[in-house]
């Protein structure tokens, strides 16, 4: 070791503590965090570390050691320990630098030795804070597989603070165990259709973020910027674990509700969906003979059973125990096998001697039905829907239907008890006829928002209706004319919230509805007031435009309205007409026919329509929208082909407009200064 070539005598030292002792009284410190005996031990640690590190300029970490376990465990602050530091390096400056030869070589030593003191100092203190147990989440909800995964992602930075920094984890945040389980049943349910998924998502990006930070400052060995990191990290991680808290307590203390609130939402999803229904065989019968206590040990048998199979499906299965004896269990992102596979366990189970406690075998039945299908659910269409599979439980069980036969049945069954029960007339009221609106998303990396679709809704209670439940009973009443006057009506009176949303509006029209005078009239009349700020776009089905073919030119020539036509590539329409459109600018966009877009992983020929509308529409000046893009495959496929625009669950879901308002509002402002042309999603 070099000659020490600073020379400080006791005196001098006195005289540094003396001026520490004066610095913590100025900072506040006497008053608020230090009492007299503890400040005496610190100033005692302060006075070994200078005799270490500026007379004997041995190896100090145990001094350094010392003096962080010390303020640790007298609740000193992090902040008051470095700025104590500052304060002796400036004075040690000011005693002992400015007085000798070259002061600012001396400087550069002094500076050293000081930098390298902290860092020890913030290595140690690192430490000990990391040792220390935080706050966890309640117990009840410690084990559930988000809380428990970030707890197990914080052991490994912990891990890698302690023993070794190769332990850090280094995967980014969508590679991380935390996102992929964050697509897991149980984990939507809690977020999804309070639409806090995103926010979650959000959060986790900002905590990776700040990993990232930590991992750098703990490599470069810059531990007094690491602790901070550090304890920045962990108040992140707190908030979000905070979070998941309340939201596993929630959906714990109201299961069912939330069960049926995220079938609903899920629908939304891409992926394949199921609900089944299992009840327990006889179960009346069992309660009779042997009364409740028995009939109620059986049900916690089946409970016990289907938590176990939920143990190892976690990736795609999700339960609940339904409110009269039976229990609903969903299948999402899985195939129906899968879901049947799980069900048989829990039947081979319950009939292969394990139940000795119990004076009667027990068994079950179950019915399931696929839902991918549907675009959307209230709460009382599950609740009939868990009716229906109930009562198709007791006639056909162990069947879980995915053929369409199977949905059409059950359509119908919806179908039939809503005319049972429901007078449709006095739905097509102001009242009660509402709009939602979905995105129209550009195909490209950017996935800018081109425009929102119009859709037409019922208000049912606290929630809505979809119209396609009853569009054929709407048709055959002769009624269209009057539901697309009220959809044109709820888009006025939303005006100004859209103005905020979007610029350019696509809205259906129906055959009845353009030889309607008085819907026409309520057409110009809107266009040229609520609406005039907007580029309003009439999608039209293939058979429409080429049924009214002379009316779209005529409406296009006198009111220079734009049509898109809808449902294009189901085969009905003859080029011809669509070319003429095209080229006097009545048409100005071709919206693909969903089915097309289902097939497009399977099916050559979907893929060459798809390519050859392309080409002609790029001929013609025209631009593509295809509908009911659900997957990433997909969407990427359809990128790959040059579709223009695409609509869908994946791109966006219809939502209220407030709703969207919101979504917009947090758009932007993650890409405040962007160009104005449109929000990535």
Known sequence: MAENILHLTPEQIDRLIESLHDFHGEYGALDALLVEEREKRLLGNYRGFLEHFLTERDDASEAARQLAEDYFEQGASFALLMASFNHLKEEVIRLVAANMPDPIEHYREIDRIF?????????????????????????????????????????????????????????????????????????????????????????????????????????????????????????KVAQLLNLLTVLYLEGQTNRIGRFFSFLQASLYLPGRKFLCIVNLRKLDTINKLYGNEVGDRALAHVDRLLHAEFEQHQEWMFYTKGIAGDFYVMGYNAEPEALGGVLENVRKNLCCGKLEDLPVDIDILYHGIELTDFSELTTENIHLVVQYLTEEARKVSEH????????????????????????????????????????????????????????????????????????????????????????LKATARQAAMLTHITPRLFINVSAASLASQDYLDLLIETLNGPLRDFEVVLELTEQVLLE??????????????????????????????????????????????????????????????????????????????????????????????????????????????????????????KHAGEQAGGFAL
């Open 548 to 669: 009214h073919r002379g009316l779209v030119h005529e409406l296009h020539r006198k009111y220079d309205l734009v049509f898109a036509v809808d449902d294009f590539g189901t085969g009905y329409s003859t080029l011809q007409t669509v070319v003429e459109l095209a080229l006097e600018g009545s048409v100005r966009y071709l919206k693909l026919d969903g089915s097309l877009t289902r097939n497009i992983g399977t099916s050559l020929a979907s893929e060459h329509i798809m390519l050859i509308t392309r080409q002609m529409a790029q001929r013609l000046g025209l631009e593509t929208v295809v509908e009911f893009i659900e997957t990433i495959e997909q969407a990427e496929k359809l990128e790959s082909l040059e579709m223009d625009f695409g609509q869908g669950y994946l791109l966006g879901v219809p939502d209220p407009v407030p709703v969207w308002r919101g979504k917009i509002n947090y758009l932007k402002s």
């Open 115 to 235: 930098e390298r003191a902290k860092r020890e100092t913030a290595r140690y203190y690192l430490i000990n804070e990391v040792e220390t147990p935080h706050h966890l989440p309640e117990a009840v909800v410690r084990d559930r597989i988000l809380i428990k995964t970030y707890l197990e992602w914080v052991e490994r930075i912990r891990q890698g603070i302690q023993q070794n920094l190769e332990l850090f984890p280094l995967e980014t945040a969508d590679e991380s165990p935390f996102a992929r389980v964050l697509r897991y049943p149980e984990s939507l349910l809690i977020c999804l259709d309070l639409k806090l998924c995103d926010q979650i998502q959000e959060q986790h990006r900002l905590i990776f973020q700040q990993a990232g930070i930590l991992y750098a400052m703990l490599s470069a060995n810059r531990y007094e910027q690491a602790y901070l990191a550090y304890n920045e990290l962990m108040k």
């Open 400 to 487: 879980i239907g995915t053929r369409d036969e199977h949905v059409q049945a059950m359509v119908d069954w919806l179908k039939a008890r809503y005319r049972k029960s429901l007078d449709l007339r006095a739905k097509l009221t102001e009242e009660f006829t509402d709009i939602f609106i979905q995105p129209l998303v550009s195909l490209d990396q950017r996935r800018e928002i081109l425009a929102f679709e119009i859709l037409g809704r019922f208000r049912e209670n606290d929630g809505f209706i979809s119209a396609g439940l009853f569009i054929d009973d709407i048709i055959s009443m002769g009624l269209t004319p009057e539901f697309d006057r009220l959809v």
